[in-house]
Protein backbone atom coordinates (compact mmCIF):
# COMPACT_ATOMS: atom_id res chain seq x y z
CA UNK A 1 0.00 0.00 0.00
CA UNK A 2 2.83 2.22 0.60
CA UNK A 3 4.20 1.61 -2.82
CA UNK A 4 1.90 2.18 -4.41
CA UNK A 5 0.47 5.54 -2.47
CA UNK A 6 4.33 6.95 -3.09
CA UNK A 7 4.26 5.85 -6.82
CA UNK A 8 0.38 7.31 -7.58
CA UNK A 9 2.03 10.57 -5.40
CA UNK A 10 5.05 10.61 -7.79
CA UNK A 11 2.65 10.07 -10.94
CA UNK A 12 1.21 13.21 -9.99
CA UNK A 13 4.43 15.18 -10.34
CA UNK A 14 6.12 13.44 -13.60
CA UNK A 15 4.99 10.75 -15.48
CA UNK A 16 7.37 9.21 -16.73
CA UNK A 17 7.43 5.76 -18.44
CA UNK A 18 9.53 3.87 -15.72
CA UNK A 19 7.04 5.47 -12.62
CA UNK A 20 3.84 4.22 -14.94
CA UNK A 21 5.40 0.99 -15.18
CA UNK A 22 5.81 0.34 -12.01
CA UNK A 23 2.60 1.52 -11.06
CA UNK A 24 1.07 -0.54 -13.35
CA UNK A 25 3.15 -3.21 -11.49
CA UNK A 26 2.05 -1.95 -8.10
CA UNK A 27 -1.58 -2.41 -9.04
CA UNK A 28 -1.54 -5.51 -10.44
CA UNK A 29 0.27 -6.67 -7.67
CA UNK A 30 -2.18 -4.73 -5.21
CA UNK A 31 -5.09 -6.99 -7.01
CA UNK A 32 -3.28 -10.45 -7.29
CA UNK A 33 -2.30 -10.25 -3.62
CA UNK A 34 -5.60 -9.33 -2.51
CA UNK A 35 -7.70 -11.68 -5.05
CA UNK A 36 -9.54 -8.54 -5.97
CA UNK A 37 -9.99 -6.96 -9.68
CA UNK A 38 -9.51 -3.14 -9.21
CA UNK A 39 -7.51 -1.04 -7.00
CA UNK A 40 -9.81 0.63 -5.03
CA UNK A 41 -11.34 -3.08 -4.05
CA UNK A 42 -7.99 -3.96 -3.15
CA UNK A 43 -6.93 -1.13 -1.71
CA UNK A 44 -9.45 -1.36 0.50
CA UNK A 45 -9.18 -5.11 1.43
CA UNK A 46 -5.68 -4.57 2.20
CA UNK A 47 -6.61 -1.60 4.43
CA UNK A 48 -9.28 -3.93 6.83
CA UNK A 49 -6.62 -6.90 6.88
CA UNK A 50 -3.68 -4.26 7.96
CA UNK A 51 -6.61 -2.90 10.51
CA UNK A 52 -7.71 -6.78 11.42
CA UNK A 53 -3.66 -7.44 12.02
CA UNK A 54 -3.36 -4.71 14.24
CA UNK A 55 -6.33 -5.32 16.16
CA UNK A 56 -5.01 -8.50 16.84
CA UNK A 57 -1.91 -7.73 17.90
CA UNK A 58 -3.04 -5.20 19.70
CA UNK A 59 -5.27 -8.16 21.61
CA UNK A 60 -2.05 -10.29 21.86
CA UNK A 61 0.35 -7.59 24.08
CA UNK A 62 0.04 -8.12 27.81
CA UNK A 63 -1.76 -5.19 29.25
CA UNK A 64 -0.13 -3.62 32.63
CA UNK A 65 -2.71 -5.18 34.89
CA UNK A 66 -1.48 -9.26 33.48
CA UNK A 67 2.08 -8.62 33.80
CA UNK A 68 4.13 -9.18 37.55
CA UNK A 69 5.94 -6.55 38.72
CA UNK A 70 9.20 -6.94 40.34
CA UNK A 71 9.42 -5.71 43.73
Known amino acids: MK ?8 LSERS ?6 HFADT ?4 CVS ?3 RTVEAALTFAA ?9 VAYALPTVSSL ?3 N
Not at 3 to 10: D, G, S, V
Not at 27 to 30: A, G, N, R, S, V
Open 34 to 36: TGT
Open 16 to 21: SAETQR
Open 48 to 56: GQLDADLAE
Open 27 to 30: CYTL
Open 3 to 10: QYEKLHAR
Open 68 to 70: QLA
